[in-house]
Structures are given as structure tokens and as C-alpha cells.
């Protein structure tokens, strides 16, 4: 008896040291280029910005063009993407093969060595064609980790009959505009009503105002970075932002933009600045709000120069995963994304194209229009490679929605400019 | 008799049976726990997360952290939203378990069958729902109470600390109380009746009844549950991370869960996340080392 209990003892033992054992992962190094033949490989896109239509031709062209592979694609939301690249990219048998990240997220990835070396892809990809203030900014030490994906600025849309009825036109200065839009409010009987739609932790339509008034968000500082929020231009642009959302937007003062249609279609937005392809969302018969739609009118948000004022550029890059083991295939699925099939899709959608030359398949409307001119004076956050950890931990949506919430602009600004500095250096 | 027991002791068997859970133990806690204080030794960001070699660093990242008066406001912040709600949860579970023990067989029923769902609810589902009600635009209670003819109209409740932690209260409090409920009404329901008849008898009144005899009698397992009251909530971080999204100031409304998920994976600093997650372990150590050593006591009785 105690015999047999001692093997059923061992026997127990030895099973679950088996199972533990299972766990443990081979770790090798990863592959830079090369990979199998055929492959399950995983793309991830973020957010609605791309069409159904683009996603279903990437699968169908992919999957024929490679018998035996597959391809899914996995949507994640722009909310939350630095943590969640963070921990996948960095694990083998996790990591998606291409992903999308925001223009303003690729520097910090591509430092860390997170995206494969695609600078011998380039000429191949488009060359001088690629939108090159992306291409840029994923370049560190002459190598280029990641390609433009597409641009889109925000800018502004405007309800036509809401204009007419309190006798407005379309601002051509910044002080025209903010009057416009405290204007709108204040013919609204609705409490809530946004005269200009500007929910308080919205910083990357606020930075338009910070950079029109001259300010920024960071300088380089010798060999690192400061805040620069604090700086006398800086504080004058916040300032707008304060008085735009106290006297001008109805938004809550800690909400982010991700859902202007609820609002706009509720009719409680007189003007909001957003990128193209939300117009695609308000016309959509089940989800948007066709005839109040069909009054809207765009403009690019203009400066105090008269000329469109610098907003954010919007957009994204496309990666491929340094721990991949299907680099081929990888970049394969990366030069469908950048074919004009592809991205005529994209431009048809509002986006506008990654490669200049089919800057045209925008088409020639007022949406086309505002497009161009919005991107013509557009800029990036600053160029440190620490940035997407100042997005990551949230400074810039604590100091806007404490702005919007009527806080002290310069005591605010200088807190913000002590944090950032942390980060970036 | 006593020739053989030492012959049992001998027998390989308990061992053979202990080892392969204190090896899973070890390999699921000590791992971590090794690659934590490895890591809080060290300046480990995204770069080194991708492959390069990290450099050590000494206490470094705990000066950095000490240093930070930031870290002790989290830390007393941590500490007092953990002792109100683990009073909270204690006093109005062991409430409604001790209205248990008096309810008829349905009102019972039903009241088990409400708890036990409110159990069930997986925590994201249930965030969704606690968003939705206190929505600014669309919420439920603003509208409510506007309909009730107070001005609540687009009032934010996540925008003020101390609103957001009364909201957070709330949440947290709701998802508990069933755990204590049932634990302590289970414990309840061995409570001998003979005894408290005896008491009676003899002249105790309802609450000296509670106090001398039917306390004493659950104590062991009020004592667990609050010991496990204390750790859950000390750890909390599902609730706060989901209604800072929500709304509220990030900076202002962190606990030691959120601060260090913010170093570590949203900041990319994974050092000194890993160091300020050595002070949540100590902090876990202190608050519950009383109630260990009240229950190693009961034991050795």
C-alpha cells in the first residue's frame, strides 16, 4: 500500500512540475527579416478612422495574393494604445505583426527598438512620395522604423442654419471665430449648447490655440527637454482656451472628444473641430443624424494671422513588429496599405492620402478644401523621444480640463511644465 | 502505538502531497516577487522592455520615490480610502447578514438572490453601468434629481476628488458586501441556539445577547473577512482606473494601484514602478500584521 502511494505521490508530483515546465516560454532572438512561407498574421487598427471598405479589400487582396495566410484584423481603441503596445510588442508570441500607432506615439517606440528597420523598404514603399513629416518623425539615426499610414487634421464644422439665424459668416481670424462662437451660444435657449464643442480634456484641438498665440508645449533644452506651457505666449494661448470653453462650449469639463455625434445630433453643437471622416459618422442613417447633417458646413480653423491657424497633425504610422518572426510577410501587408487601391479607399473616407501624389483623390469639395488648408500650417507635438509617455500619464488631459474647470491658468501651466520636463528627460 | 507513529511521520506521502503546491507557490509568487525587487534595483523603461540590457541602478529609484512628496500623499490617500471602505463593507455587511438571520424563508431568498447577482456581476460590466448612472450629459441620477427639481443639470460627479472617491466608495462598497454577507451569515447560522436561549434565560438583554455571545462565536470569521476586506481594498484599481477615463483629474484621484500602473506601463518607467510597488507590499504587511497575529493566536487556542 505505502508503495503504491509513493508512486501516485511522485506521479502527482512529477505531472504538475510537467504542467508548470509547459509554461515557461524559449527565448529567442527576433528575426529582422525573412519568416515563413505562410502565416495567420494579425494587423491592428485603431479606432473607426478606417472604413470597412479598406479592411475588407486588405483581407480578400492579402489572403489571394498568399495562399495558405491569413488575415485578422484586430481594432483597438486609440484610448489606452501606448499601454497596450507596450506590453504586446514586446512579447513573441503576442505581438501583432503590423500596427497602426498615432504620428505623435512612433518616436517613443521607435527609440525603444519596438518596429523593424524599414528604411530598405522605403524607395519600394514610395520614397520622396511618403508624407516626409512622418516619415521624420519615425526617423532616428538614419533609420526609418515606421511609414505614414494617413493624415487628417481636424478641422472646423459649422451648422449653416445656426449661422443664418444669428446672422453670421465664416470667421477669417482667431478673435472673428471665438466672437462667432460665444455668439452661437449665446443665441442658444439650451443650457448645455455649444456655441464651439470643446469638451475639457480635448488638448489636441486646444493646442491650436496655444501654438496660434505663439506658445508650445516643450522646447529642447541642450541635451533634453523643458516644458515651455508657462511661457508668456503659451499662457496667453491657454487663456483662449479657458475663455473659449467657459463662455463658448457646453461640453463637460472632463469629458474627452471621443463622441461628438451624441451631442451634435442632439443639436447642441453650433461648431466643433473634428477630422473628416467624423462627417461620414453624422451622415450614417442608423448611428449619425442625416438631416441635420446635410446643414453642415467646414471650415479650416483660421489663425490670427488671417491664414489657417497651426493645429495639431493628425494622422498615423504604420509598423511592423521587431519580434515578429513573419517580417516578410509583414511587409508585404505594409505596401498593400500604402497601394493606391488602399489608400483611395482612405481619401474617399476624408483621410487624406500617406503619399502626396494622390494628394488629388481627395477630390476638389469644401471637405477636400478644408482639409488641405487645415493641414497647410499643421504641426507636430514635440519631437522628444519621450513624448508618448507625457500622452501616456495623461499631463496635458489634467491640465486642460483643470483650465476648462476655470483653475489658474499660470499656476497650472508651470505644474504641467514640471511634469512634462520629468518625462521627457 | 508510539513505536509507529514515528514509522508514519517517515512516509514521504504529506510531503509528496505539499510539494507540488509550495512549488506552484513559489514559482507563481516568488517569481514575480524576485523579478520585482530585481527590478526596482534597476533603470528598466521601454527601451529595455524591448530587448536592451538594463543598467543597475542601486536604491536609486527609491530615493527618487521617498523623495517625491507625491508618493505620500498616494500612499496616505491608499490608506484611508482602504480603511473606510473596509469599514463600510464590514459594518453594513455584518448588518444585513445579522437582518438575515431574522427574515422570512422569501424576503431571505430574495434578498440572497439580489446579493449573489450583484456578486456575479463581472467588474467591467458593472463599471459601465455605474458610468452610465452618473453620466455629466446623460446620466441617470442627474436626471433624476433634476426631475426632483434640484439644479444637477450637467453636474459632474468625477470632477472633484472628493466626490470621485464618494462615487468610487459607493462602487466599491456595493461590489463587496455580498462576499461579507454571506460569509457572515454562514457563521451566524452555527451560532448554537441553546446558548443564546441560556442567555436569555438568564436575563440578557438583545444587545448583550450580540455582544457576549453570538460575537464571540463568529469572531475567527469576521476577523478573515476583514482581513481580506483590508487587502482588497488596499489593492484596489479597476474601479479607480475605469472612472478616471471616465472623467476626474488623473494626478489627483491616484491610488498606489492606478500611481503605479501610471510609472510603470503608461510612463514607461518600469523601475521605479517596481520600487513603488515594494512599497504597496510593505504597506500590505503593516495594516494586516495585527490581524495575522490575532488569528496565529486563535489557532495556537
Known amino acids: 500500500m505505502v508503495r503504491i502511494k509513493k508512486i501516485l505521490a511522485i506521479a502527482a508530483v512529477t505531472a504538475l512540475w510537467g504542467v508548470t515546465s509547459a509554461c515557461g516560454s524559449d527565448d529567442d532572438s527576433p528575426a529582422t527579416s525573412g519568416g515563413p512561407e505562410e502565416a495567420d498574421m494579425v494587423v491592428w487598427l485603431n479606432g473607426t478612422d ?25 481594432e483597438q481603441e486609440w484610448d489606452g494604445l501606448v499601454e497596450r503596445l ?33 528604411t530598405g523598404d522605403l524607395d519600394e514603399l514610395g520614397g520622396d512620395d511618403l508624407l516626409q513629416g512622418f516619415v521624420e518623425g519615425a526617423t532616428g539615426d538614419g533609420k526609418t522604423y515606421a511609414v505614414p499610414y494617413y493624415a487628417g487634421s481636424t478641422y472646423v464644422f459649422y451648422r449653416k442654419d445656426l449661422f443664418d439665424r444669428a446672422g453670421l459668416e465664416v470667421p477669417t481670424t482667431m478673435d472673428d471665430f471665438v466672437a462667432a462662437a460665444v455668439a452661437l451660444k449665446e443665441d442658444s435657449d439650451q443650457e448645455d449648447f455649444s456655441g464651439y464643442w470643446l469638451p475639457g480634456q480635448d488638448w489636441r484641438d486646444g493646442a491650436a490655440f496655444l501654438w496660434d498665440a505663439g506658445g508650445d508645449f516643450a522646447a529642447p533644452d541642450g541635451e533634453g527637454w523643458t516644458g515651455t506651457l508657462s511661457s508668456p505666449e503659451s499662457i496667453a494661448g491657454l487663456t483662449t482656451f479657458q475663455t473659449l470653453y ?48 446635410e446643414k453642415v458646413g467646414v471650415f479650416a480653423l483660421p489663425g490670427s494671422d488671417g ?63 478644408a482639409t488641405i488648408e487645415a493641414a497647410s500650417n499643421a ?40 511634469r512634462i520636463t520629468e518625462e521627457l528627460n | ?52 540590457p538594463p543598467e543597475w541602478v542601486g536604491l536609486g529609484n527609491y530615493r527618487e520615490l521617498v523623495g517625491d512628496s507625491y508618493l505620500w500623499t498616494v500612499v496616505g490617500r491608499t490608506v484611508a480610502f482602504c480603511f473606510v471602505n473596509a469599514a463600510l463593507t464590514m459594518g453594513i455587511g455584518v448588518g444585513i447578514a445579522l437582518l438575515m438571520t431574522r427574515m422570512s424563508r422569501w424576503v431571505r431568498i430574495a434578498v440572497q438572490s439580489g446579493l449573489l447577482l450583484t456578486w456575479a456581476t463581472p467588474v467591467v460590466a458593472a463599471m459601465i453601468v455605474w458610468q452610465f448612472l452618473f453620466d455629466t ?94 487587502i482588497w481594498d488596499l489593492r484596489v484599481f479597476t474601479q479607480i482606473y475605469t472612472l478616471q477615463k471616465a472623467g476626474g483629474i488623473t494626478r489627483d484621484t491616484n491610488l498606489l494601484g492606478t500611481y503605479i500602473y501610471t510609472l510603470g506601463i503608461k510612463g514607461g518607467d518600469f523601475g521605479t514602478a517596481a520600487a513603488a510597488a515594494m512599497f504597496m507590499l510593505v504597506l500590505t504587511v503593516i495594516l494586516t500584521a495585527p490581524y495575522v497575529r490575532v488569528m496565529l493566536r486563535q489557532e495556537e487556542d
Not at chain 1, 478606417?50 to 484586430?74: C, M, N, V, Y
Not at chain 2, 509528496?16 to 534595483?41: D, H, I, K, M, N
Not at chain 2, 441617470?140 to 427639481?149: D, E, F, P, Y
Not at chain 2, 438568564?202 to 476577523?223: K, N, S
Open chain 1, 50 to 74: 478606417t472604413p470597412q471598405e479598406a479592411r475588407d479589400w486588405l483581407k480578400e487582396t492579402f489572403e489571394k495574393e498568399h495562399p495558405g495566410s491569413t488575415l485578422t484584423i484586430e
Open chain 1, 86 to 118: 507596450t506590453t504586446a510588442l514586446s512579447s513573441e508570441d503576442q505581438t501583432p505583426d503590423v500596427v497602426e500607432v498615432g504620428n505623435t506615439q512612433a518616436p517613443t517606440f521607435t527609440t525603444a527598438g519596438a518596429f523593424s528597420d524599414l
Open chain 1, 246 to 293: 467657459e463662455e463658448a462650449s457646453g461640453a463637460p469639463a472632463d469629458a474627452n472628444e471621443a463622441d461628438p455625434v451624441t451631442p451634435f445630433c442632439a443639436g447642441k453643437i453650433g461648431m466643433m473641430s473634428r477630422p473628416g471622416w467624423v462627417y461620414g459618422m453624422l451622415t450614417d442613417p442608423e448611428a449619425g443624424c442625416p438631416d441635420l447633417a
Open chain 1, 307 to 369: 491664414g489657417p491657424a497651426p493645429v495639431l497633425l493628425g494622422g498615423s504610422d504604420i509598423a511592423v513588429s521587431a519580434q515578429t518572426p513573419n517580417q516578410d510577410l509583414a511587409r508585404d501587408i505594409v505596401a498593400l496599405m500604402l497601394s493606391d487601391e488602399y489608400q483611395g479607399i482612405l481619401a474617399d473616407a476624408g483621410l487624406t492620402p500617406a503619399r502626396e501624389s494622390l494628394a488629388s483623390l481627395l477630390g476638389d469639395d469644401e471637405f477636400a478644401q
Open chain 1, 379 to 418: 504641426k507636430l507635438t514635440p519631437a522628444a523621444a519621450n513624448w508618448a509617455t507625457v500622452e501616456g500619464t495623461r499631463i496635458l488631459e489634467d491640465l486642460f480640463s483643470q483650465i476648462a474647470q476655470g483653475g489658474d491658468v499660470e499656476e497650472l501651466a508651470s505644474d504641467a511644465d514640471e
Open chain 2, 1 to 52: 502505538m508510539a513505536r509507529r507513529q514515528p514509522a508514519v511521520r517517515r512516509t514521504p506521502l504529506p510531503i509528496g502531497l505539499v510539494l507540488p503546491a509550495a512549488a506552484l507557490l513559489a514559482l507563481a509568487l516568488g517569481y514575480p516577487l524576485g523579478r520585482q525587487v530585481v527590478l526596482s534595483l534597476q533603470e528598466f523603461g521601454l527601451a529595455q522592455q524591448f530587448g536592451r
Open chain 2, 137 to 230: 450629459d446623460y446620466g441617470v441620477v442627474n436626471a433624476v434629481l433634476t426631475g426632483l427639481g434640484w439644479d444637477y443639470d450637467g453636474h459632474s460627479w468625477l470632477i472633484e476628488p472628493m466626490s470621485f472617491f464618494t462615487i468610487a466608495t459607493m462602487i466599491v462598497v456595493w461590489m463587496s458586501v455580498p462576499f461579507v454577507v454571506f460569509t457572515t451569515y454562514a457563521a451566524l447560522t452555527q451560532v448554537p441556539d441553546d446558548v443564546v436561549e441560556a442567555a436569555e434565560i438568564d436575563g440578557a438583554g438583545a444587545w448583550q445577547r450580540f455582544v457576549h455571545v453570538v460575537l464571540p462565536t463568529v469572531r475567527p470569521v469576521l476577523l478573515v473577512v476583514l482581513l481580506l476586506q483590508i
